[in-house]
């Protein structure tokens, strides 16, 4: 059997090669739509990522689907009493997941939930809206601080600001009602996420966050994820309040509350 050999690339075909690479990343950020001089990020998001089913890399369970993880190096690190904490929320998690009680999903859940969320954009605030639970987040971009005597939020308080093309936001003041994702990954009230959103192109965003809790976590640690525009002819966030599902047989009246009907309506 005879191979064929490989032959190096000459220097003008590594140069036109090298000009078509510069000449199609020139394209894509041309095309990056802007508003007020920066990235514009308005619009319909979701991952098509596994990474809400389990952070970490993971084989396929019986509720899970297989995946690589979104954790930069595989691995959260945990500290030990956590550790443990974790290991029971993962028995626990289809009872226990605060997903599955219709809660905010909190930061950075929320950006890789496999539901879509929508951003619109202004100059002084970006603001998050998530079709799980319609859940809304403000991200201010108006160089204003964390507030000195803050509450405990769901989704935190955020702030923003650019560089260069990158949305720099810093996260703090959560309360500890949310998970990280369904096999168990949690975090205390003293979750610090430093998230990065930079436009790879017109319709897809890199979303990066840096993740930290004292109480938690050994030392800080990275993830990062694809996001992808919804570009479907009418394509809009539907309503999805899972926690009035127990309500649902009330609506649009219970039987026993119906207006009576008159003997007209009735005969119709």
Do not use: C
């Not at 202004?122 to 799980?132: A, E, N």
């Not at 507030?147 to 949305?167: A, I, Q, V």
């Not at 017109?202 to 990275?222: G, H, L, Q």
């Amino acid at each position: 059997m005879r191979f064929l050999k490989a032959r190096p690339l000459s220097s003008s075909s590594l140069l036109l090669i090298t000009s078509l690479l510069i000449s199609l990343t020139a394209n894509a950020a041309d095309k990056i739509p802007k508003l007020n001089g920066h990235p514009d990020l308005s619009g319909i998001w979701q991952t098509t990522s596994a990474a809400d089913y389990d952070l970490e890399p993971h084989s396929l369970r019986a509720d899970a689907p297989p995946s690589a993880g979104i954790v930069e190096g595989g691995v959260i690190p945990y500290l030990p009493k956590a550790l443990a904490q974790k290991k029971k929320n993962f028995e626990n998690r289809l009872m226990d997941d605060p997903r599955l009680k219709g809660w905010t999903l909190g930061v950075p859940r929320g950006i890789y939930y496999p539901e879509p969320f929508q951003i619109f954009q202004r100059d002084r605030d970006i603001t998050v809206f998530h079709q799980f639970g319609h859940s809304v987040r403000t991200i201010h971009t108006n160089n204003t601080q964390h507030p000195e005597d803050p509450n405990d939020w769901w989704f935190g308080d955020s702030r923003g600001h650019w560089e260069k093309d990158t949305l720099v936001v810093d996260v703090k003041h959560f309360n500890d009602g949310t998970w990280l994702d369904r096999a168990g990954n949690f975090h205390s009230d003293a979750l610090h996420v430093v998230e990065r959103w930079k436009l790879l192109d017109a319709n897809t965003i890199e979303y990066k966050a840096t993740i930290e809790d004292e109480k938690v976590f050994s030392r800080p640690w990275n993830i990062s994820v694809i996001l992808h525009r919804h570009r479907e002819p009418n394509f809009q966030l539907i309503e999805d309040y899972r926690y009035t599902l127990e309500y649902d047989k009330y609506y649009p009246y219970p039987a026993e509350s119906a207006p009576a009907k008159s003997s007209s309506t009735a005969a119709n």
